[in-house]
């Protein structure tokens, strides 16, 4: 524990203190220019790293939000005279009000269509700056005076003091942020939006939030920018600097504040690097070691594709070649750059500091911090009000898509306390009637009333928020977060906390209640010993069972299993029957949907049997397994029978 | 009367550079169809492109030669592409691509700086310069041929898609991926099929706009963008789509500058593109997807 | 070279040592080799290092009983007003720079000249024309100046446009500029100029376009439907190309009259024919109308291999520029930055350069008299045409004259 402080906070307390003393050794004002900066694009990628590392999407806007920040704090100051903190706060709020206006339209949308809404913003962005000249001076550039902070006039070592104590500042502020509740929605909506909403965590308003608080970041990168350049024109803010920008990002490392730092330093530091033969020789012979040892480890391990291996290995010869080969490597700058980026992104996919971080980590065996002892199950889920009244009632349920029916007409009624059987044979709308009930499809007509209030129709999120939480069929987990994670992200009632409480550190206690009560309910389904394992590092039934974990920790009225013992050994779904039992003491009502006849059988107060998007019976599991209509569901024989086990226990 | 000689002038004009960035979002639906990524280092495969055939001119190869040439090139860079940027994303089922092929552009963009020099050079034609006259609007041979080879090429690959085998196997790993290597089609060579066409539409783009646009390394980049919009407009999936919103997109462009001032002509396709996204994300002539789990 | 690298290593933990290099003479060349400004950055700087070659080759400038060579710095600054901020905060750091010399871009010298003049560094601008580079200067009312310019102002290039117009009876005209700083500010010296030259023009239509832009059909039909005359134009590039074949295929049979960048090649090849009669004014031409003069065009086109020189103006104004420069360190006797510009502004003996005669092409410097630190006048430059892929005199006058001034 005191290792790991000593180890993390030491080396960000090193750093600032070396970044902070060394104009006072070395008085050369060229290393101080490079040095302010460094610490701009160090906030303007940590800015862009929420982005991209946490929401996982390829923003093309961030040098425009630089921009807009950087005219919006020189306007402040040669239109109404405001001094140095009020102009970066102005900067600071019109990248945060961009941002998120942007974020409505843009973030409706994934992959390319999302890249290029924002890269259009971009484009506007310009045009606006460059054609509004009454306002702008539009192409032929604004010059700015620096201003004043309660009268004390910012010499060029002032400022770079200026521009460190905020890098600082937000710093301490993101890692705050990124290590709540605000952090993992980030990375849980990456992996799996539809869980995120199905999990009552809002989706559309954590991105949007997001997306805001890293373009707030960029324009006040941009407000420093504007008085450490003191003028400015609407192109040094295009397209070419936006690939810099995100290439340096995936260079330092992404989802890691060291990461940006580091991507920072690169973008100020390479052409200096390049000017020298020499030098960009060692580096890149280093370079290429660095790709022979990482390749041939890995694939001696099997742990990366072949093509992972050995695509960095020939990108660094081609580079070392290159370098002796072409007489100035300052013409070839971009392509240097690129060539060292494509062998980062291929072979060292978190980056250098990620690389670095984890190999570091595992030399000095530094173990992550300690886990709080788990709190008890009864605190945690509470105890459901059973009165045999019926809790979810289905009218006349439609779902059609097209000219398929999927779901035709099925009315059931869900009393309190059951667990429902919800069975019948493959594509007979299983699936799609739960999906409508949990929100994920709007039902094409009919009602659904839970606990006489009628459900909110089409949307995951709404009806998580009124009770009902579910599994999935096919695994909906939070793959890159641990399973501590998946399950703690959906808790409800416990992160209370404000958000300029989590930004200045004080959410700490509401994250170490959360632990222990997410440790409760993984000590339900017996993971508590791989709390820390990355979801997708987990053998296939213990997913299974994380997702039902998961699933509880929005504590549910309603809860929906989907097919829970899919591909489950046998050892295991008496595991599962046994979870389910405990579960069910509480009080919850669970609707089932199961092609395991034992689990249905022990388990299941009603079932109800499906065919053709049809109800074709309902009652006990011992009923419908005799009635003829079921059998010729299943096995398309017509007569009745006395045979309990004509119907397979397993499909 | 005038006035609607020039509005129509305007439109026409307009119009035909619409049809270059059809020509170019044709080439991002191919790859999009059976792969769902994009390349978006595609305005350099242009560029380099056009400069290879630039120098095929050069060392003397005859015009009708040089063609072929260009577009073999242009599917050689577009199975690069696929081998060393895609791929792989592909496999992992990630979109590590989108970044890869940023970077492929940057390398393209540098190499041709230092190959062919930073200068834009023009790009001889065997086709008259005079323009004619149609109806009083000016139209040159070479914008004449611009619509004739954007609308030959597609089409040809549309026939193809429709009524060969080959382009059977496109549709079918567009739609299942899984499925049809299960059928015995190959995923990977059908997705560098798709490749090399979209490299061989954008050599083609390239050898079509050249002698208009001039050839140098930053030609393709205010192209792209433009490009990019369309097809996405359009709809990744919509095939001739393109060629209706390229073309609207091009007029507006052309009108908005008459009217508003130069300074302004990109804001309302720019204004239109985030707006379209907002309202349908899929395209205006795409298909809309359910969301299954 | 290594020195420098080694002070920027990321771990910045070296300390800069001053080098006494008491043997040489540092100048610094500095401008975009790369980028869409790159042909004039080069010809400058391929220009001044000519000159450079043939001092050093006659052994150096005389200083006092010894001769210094010259050691060139180059640097690039792409044509981004950031990574021109960082260059001039380097060169400013440098203890034993003699001076610097270059600049294409004017936003270049808006955000970077202040570190130099901070310092006192001595730096020549060439051949950035934009008249914000030096008015910035005299808005600011400094009393002391270490940077000077040698190429002609907007001012100067806009007022032969607009008398060029005048005088071939034109009443209409179009403007067209980019959408850059050099074009905007060019089209609001083109408006002063047409003011202050007595209204005589009516500017029926003022056009933009954006770098890239290939397709000018919508700028110029707004011009020929307004029966504009002829049209006037500041851009750079590959665009001005555009607006000449774009002419063409609208069959508008006008003059092209317009800034100092249609000489570049890169107009010149991409229009072909469409060229043939553009009128740009042009400190220099290549033609070899003297032995001097002819020395340089077929030093430059052999060192460099060329046949035609990217950007002839840039090249020569770079030679010249460093012609001067010599000439103020011998007068100055020292390689001290300070006394350089002394020396720059008190220039006793005549330079003999490629363009003109220099006699005295700087005084010292007046806050409010720009003209001081300004080499360039009205009759240092004169109107070229562009005809068959050369820009030529486009009066014969105008030849023998500017023949007459190198050879006094």
Known sequence: MLKRLLFIRGAELATLILLATLPLTVSNSYVLGLLTLLTIYGILLIGLDVTVGYLGQVNLAHAAFLGLGAYAAGLSVTLFGFGMLSALTVSLFIGFLLGGLLAFPALRLEGPQFALATLSFSALSTTVLNEWESLTNGAQGLSIIRPTLLGYYFNAQGFYWLCLILLMLVWLAMRNLLSSQWGRTFEALRDSPIATDAMGVGTFRHKVAGFAFGSSLGGLAGGLYAFNFQYLQPQSFTYDLMVILLLGVVLGGRKSLWGAFFGASLIVLLPNLLSSKLLFEIISLAGLLLALVAGVHRMMKKSALPFQAIAPIIAMSILVVGGYVVENTENWRKAIFALMLFSVVVGLPDGIMGFAARYLTRLFNIAPPALPASNALSDVLPLQIVDNQPLLVITHLKRYFGGVKAVDDISISIRSGHIHGLIGPNGSGKSTAVNVISGLYAPTSGELVLQGKPLPEGSLFKVARSGVSRTFQNLQLFGELSALDNVMLALKGVYLSPLPMVLLGLAKPQEKRAQADALALLELVGLKDQARVHAKDLTYGSQRLLEIARALASKPKLLILDEPAAGLAHPDVNILIEIIKRVHQFGITIILIEHHMDVVSTLCDVVTVLDGGQVIAEGTTEDVKRDPKVIKAYLGIAEETNDPNLIPSEP | ?293 | ?408
């Open chain 3, 1 to 408: 070279m290594i020195k420098k690298a080694l002070i920027t290593t990321l771990l910045l933990t070296v300390i800069s040592v001053p080098v006494f290099a008491a043997d040489t003479i540092k100048i610094a060349i500095t401008g975009p080799y790369s980028g869409g400004s790159a042909p004039m950055g080069t010809s400058m700087r391929d220009g001044a290092k000519l000159a450079i070659a043939e001092i050093n080759a006659a052994g150096g400038i005389p200083v006092g009983a010894k001769k210094l060579k010259i050691e060139v710095i180059e640097r690039d600054d792409e044509g981004k007003n950031e990574r021109g901020a960082l260059v001039a905060q380097e060169l400013a750091s440098m203890s034993d720079l003699s001076g610097v010399i270059g600049t294409v871009n004017t936003g270049i010298a808006l955000s970077g000249d202040k570190h130099l003049q901070e310092k006192g560094i001595t730096k020549i601008i060439t051949p950035a024309a934009g008249s914000a580079s030096m008015t910035q200067w005299s808005k600011a009312g400094v009393k002391d100046l270490s940077i000077f310019r040698f190429a002609a102002h907007d001012g100067i290039q806009s007022a032969m446009v607009v008398e060029e117009a005048i005088n071939e009876k034109f009443t209409k005209v179009a403007i067209i500029h980019d959408a850059t700083n050099y074009g905007v500010s060019g089209r609001d010296d083109l408006l002063e100029q047409i003011k202050k030259q007595g209204n005589k023009l009516q500017v029926v239509a003022t056009e933009k376009f954006n770098i890239g832009d290939k397709d000018m059909t919508a700028q110029l039909l707004s011009a020929k439907s307004a029966g504009a005359q002829a049209v006037l134009i500041w851009g750079i590039g590959p665009e001005l190309a555009a607006v000449s074949n774009g002419m063409a295929k609208l069959e508008m049979k006008i003059p092209l009259i317009g800034g100092w960048t249609l000489s570049m090649s890169n107009y010149i090849d991409n229009a072909g024919k469409n060229s043939n009669g553009t009128l740009t004014p042009q400190t220099f031409i290549e033609e070899p109308i003297t032995p001097r003069v002819k020395g340089f065009i077929d030093g430059y086109h052999k060192t460099y291999n060329v046949t035609r020189i990217p950007s002839p103006v840039s090249a020569a104004q770079g030679y010249d520029a460093v012609l001067i420069f010599a000439a103020a360190v011998t007068q100055a006797q020292s390689g001290d930055t300070r006394k350089i510009k002394e020396a720059l502004e008190d220039l006793k003996a005549p330079v003999k350069g490629v363009i003109s005669t220099w006699k005295h092409p700087f005084s010292k410097w007046d806050p409010s008299n720009e003209e001081t630190h300004e080499a360039f006048r009205r009759d240092d430059t004169v109107m070229g045409m562009v005809k068959d892929g050369q820009v030529v005199f486009a009066n014969d006058a105008d030849r023998i004259l500017i023949t007459k001034k190198i050879s006094k």
């Open chain 2, 1 to 293: 009367m005038m006035n609607s000689t020039i509005i129509a002038q305007m439109v026409i004009s307009g119009s035909l550079m619409g049809l270059v960035y059809a020509l170019i979002a044709y080439g991002f639906q191919l790859t999009y169809a059976t792969s769902k990524s994009i390349n978006f280092g595609q305005g350099e495969l242009v560029m380099l492109s056009a400069f290879f055939s630039l120098s095929l001119l050069n060392f003397g190869v005859p015009y009708w030669l040089m063609i072929p040439g260009g577009l073999l090139f242009g599917v050689l860079l577009g199975l690069v592409v696929e081998r060393a940027c895609v791929r792989l994303s592909l496999e992992q089922k990630g979109e590590g691509w989108i970044l890869l092929t940023i970077i492929f552009g940057l390398f393209g963009f540098s190499a041709a700086e230092n190959i062919w020099g930073r200068d834009d050079r023009p790009f001889p034609t065997p086709l008259p310069a005079d323009s004619l006259q149609v109806f009083g609007i000016n139209i040159s041979p070479l914008e004449i041929s611009v619509v004739v080879g954007v609308l030959g090429v597609m089409s040809l690959i549309e026939l193809f898609k429709r009524k060969t085998l080959l382009g059977k196997a496109f549709e079918a790993v567009a739609a299942d991926r899984d499925a049809a290597e299960l059928m015995g089609i190959s995923a990977t060579h059908t997705i560098m099929l798709s490749f090399g066409l979209s490299g061989m539409v954008a050599a083609m783009a390239g050898i079509l706009i050249s002698p208009i646009t001039t050839v140098g390394p930053t030609m393709a980049s205010s192209l792209i963008l433009k490009a990019f919009s369309v097809a996405v407009v359009a709809g990744l999936d919509s095939g001739f789509g393109v060629v209706v919103v390229g073309i609207f997109l091009g007029a507006l462009e052309s009108l908005t500058s008459f009217y508003l001032g130069s300074g302004w002509r990109e804001a309302p396709g720019l204004i239109l593109l985030i707006l379209a996204l907002a309202i349908r994300p899929n395209g205006v002539f795409g298909k809309i997807t359910i969301r299954k789990v």
